[in-house]
Structures are given as structure tokens and as C-alpha cells.
């Protein structure tokens, strides 16, 4: 894979890198004003031909996880998801072949540059959330943490990218104008019949209302992949996932969603952790995109288990869960609008 390669497919990724300015994060002196995106230390620089390619396939339904302009894991079974739904060789690469099949979508440009709205930067917050779920419990909602992780989970991505997409000493305030990936919906007309509250979160975390319908789940432990297939058995959408850990393994099997839970609240039982303290209490902790489960809950017909977000997206594939499937926020919302109570889910190996 080389730059030249993408460019010429995908088009010029010229003028979008004239649109990076450098670094975003807490207000500081400005010291540059570079023209392309900053590289995070301990990490490759973010490739906006690469992060072309991540927009597309998120915007498919085939996501790279974080959109970060990286290679990596998720990004190799986004592509390998997307192969497969094409009938394309299943190769997991950047290469000619699949960037001739991403050029009819290469309008979605992979960087917006938007002036920041009330709606945006609005809270509540809640900038320390302590670890003890008895505390957590007594705060009124497990919300962002501050306005910088609010715009990364809406643009599908980390704080981190984001400083690397502007300048820095960016403020995130009222009518600046920031620098972000192309996670932007083709639409917003989610179903009336959704709750207010429902509505209002698959908007923050720019879900696009008009999604396949699925008509079954299946869950592969070992490529670690949530797979959306439909009526006819044809792959229209995978997610990246955790699986469980040695503790709490994937029960392998097939099941059914039984209800989907909105903006959930979660009740922690100490008795169901391994990991829990004796000195643990239950207690129930309030909803809110940094709980235990994030924003939406899958509960399934094998008790105690289920389908659900997560607060910490970038350990997705990447880390171990107690059992259950996690996924990003983004995804698991998006998630919601493909399937019903009563679908079919296969965990398998």
C-alpha cells in the first residue's frame, strides 16, 4: 500500500490535508500552525489516505473502530467484513481491488470542519467519576468526563486523534472551528415511537437513522466480530468486539434478544464478579455513556448476559470483558436500529 496508490483511487487527499492545522487539547499557547496532522508520540502519524478508507467503511456499516488514520485490527476486519458482503477476494488489505470498490463513495471526504455549536459543547458532565461503584452510584449521571470526550465519541474516534487533527491551544468553544473525522449521518429521522432520550443520544453519537435490518446476530470469538446478517443470510454490517476473558468466557450458543434497553442504568451485583471485592456492596449506578454497559443494553436468554456499549472504546478487541459482547458506543446505538427483541444470536467460536 502506498500513498500514491490511495491518492490516485480514492482522489486527492491534497486538499484535505490542507484543511489539518496540528492539535487539539486543554487551552494552551499556540507554538505551530502545521499543515498536516500531528503524530502522537509512541505512534505512526495519522494518514489521511488511511482515514479516507476508515470513513468510507464506517459509513458502510463495516466499522474500523476508532477512526484514527492507523492500520490495525479492527481496521483489517472491517475490510475483511466488507470483502466478504462484495464477494471479493477476503484479503484484509488496503489494496487496488478494494479501493476500486470503496471510489463510488469517495465523496465522503474524510475530514469535516465544523464551528461548534451550544448543542455540541452542551453537558452535563461529570469530571470525576470515582472507581468504587458505590460512589458512582450517589452521582446523578455517569456522564462525559468533559466536552473533548463528548466530540470524540460523536466523531467516532479518541481526545488523542483529535489533537492530532488541529491546531493546538484549540478551545473548544462556542463558534470555533475544530477539525474531525467524517462520522456526519446521511440522516437524522430516527422513528418517532424511539424515546426523547433515545433519539437524543443516537443524534450525539451521529448514528444515521436508515440502517439494514437484521435478521440475525452472529458473534465469532475468534475473529472477534459482532456479524449483522439478513433475511437472506447476507453479511450487511460488522462491528469489532469483546468476547469475555478466561474468567468469564463467551457462552458459546445460540440465543435470542430478549429486550433492548435505552440509556441504561446498571445493577451491579458484586456476586456476579469474580473480580469484586468482599467488601462490595450491590448498588444500582445511573445511566449514562461512562457506565459499566454505556448506552444500550442487549439483554439476551441466557441470563446474567448480554450485548452492550461501552465507556472505554478503545479497548475494544483489545482487552477482556466479563462475558458479555461490548462494543463502541457508536456502534452499539447503531446496533439498535438493525435489530429487534426476538432476533436470533449465535455466540460462536
Not at 481496521?75 to 464477494?87: P, V
Not at 463513495?105 to 448543542?119: E, F, G, M, N
Not at 483529535?162 to 430516527?190: C, D, I, K, S, W
Not at 440475525?216 to 449483522?228: E, Q, Y
Request: proline residues 10%; hydrophobic residues 40%; glycine residues 8%.
Amino acid at each position: 500500500m502506498t500513498k500514491t496508490v490511495l491518492a490516485g483511487i480514492l482522489a486527492s487527499t491534497a486538499a484535505t490535508a490542507a484543511m489539518m492545522t496540528g492539535a487539539i487539547a486543554q487551552p494552551q499557547p499556540q507554538t505551530s500552525n502545521s499543515s498536516s496532522p500531528t503524530a502522537t508520540p509512541g505512534k505512526p502519524p495519522l494518514d489521511l489516505s488511511l482515514l479516507h478508507v476508515q470513513v468510507i467503511l464506517d459509513h458502510l456499516g463495516f466499522s474500523p473502530g476508532i477512526l484514527d488514520g492507523r492500520e490495525g485490527i479492527s481496521l483489517t476486519a472491517a475490510i475483511k467484513g466488507f470483502q466478504e458482503s462484495r464477494g471479493m477476494p477476503i484479503t484484509g488489505k488496503v489494496d487496488q481491488t478494494l479501493l476500486r470498490a470503496l471510489y463510488p463513495y469517495r465523496q465522503l471526504r474524510p475530514v469535516k470542519t465544523i464551528a461548534l455549536t451550544q448543542d455540541m459543547l452542551a453537558g452535563p458532565y461529570a469530571p470525576n467519576i470515582p472507581k468504587d461503584e458505590d460512589q458512582q452510584a450517589k452521582l446523578p449521571g455517569l456522564y462525559y468526563r468533559a466536552p473533548v470526550e463528548k466530540l470524540a465519541e460523536m466523531f467516532h474516534t479518541t481526545p488523542e486523534v483529535l489533537q492530532e487533527m488541529n491546531a493546538p491551544g484549540t478551545r473548544l468553544t462556542l463558534g470555533t472551528r475544530v477539525n474531525f473525522p467524517n462520522a456526519l449521518p446521511g440522516a437524522r429521522n430516527y422513528d418517532p415511537k424511539l424515546r426523547p432520550d433515545w433519539r437524543a443520544t443516537l443524534n450525539t453519537l451521529n448514528v444515521d437513522s436508515n440502517q439494514p435490518q437484521g435478521a440475525k446476530i452472529v458473534v465469532d470469538k475468534s475473529d472477534g466480530v459482532l456479524r449483522v446478517l439478513d433475511k437472506a443470510g447476507k453479511l450487511v454490517a460488522q462491528f469489532q468486539v469483546t468476547t469475555g476473558s478466561e474468567h468469564d468466557p463467551l457462552p458459546l450458543g445460540s440465543w435470542k434478544v430478549t429486550v433492548v434497553d435505552y440509556n441504561p442504568k446498571f445493577h451491579f451485583n458484586p456476586d456476579l464478579f469474580w473480580d469484586a471485592k468482599k467488601s462490595d456492596d450491590p448498588a444500582m449506578l445511573p445511566a449514562g455513556p461512562n457506565g459499566p454497559v454505556g448506552v444500550v443494553w442487549f439483554d439476551l436468554t441466557k441470563e446474567h448476559y448480554g450485548i452492550h456499549g461501552t465507556p472505554e472504546p478503545r479497548t475494544i478487541g483489545r482487552t477482556t470483558s466479563h462475558g458479555c459482547v461490548r462494543l463502541a458506543n457508536w456502534n452499539a446505538a447503531r446496533l439498535s436500529l438493525m435489530v429487534k427483541p426476538g432476533v436470533p444470536v449465535v455466540f460462536q467460536a
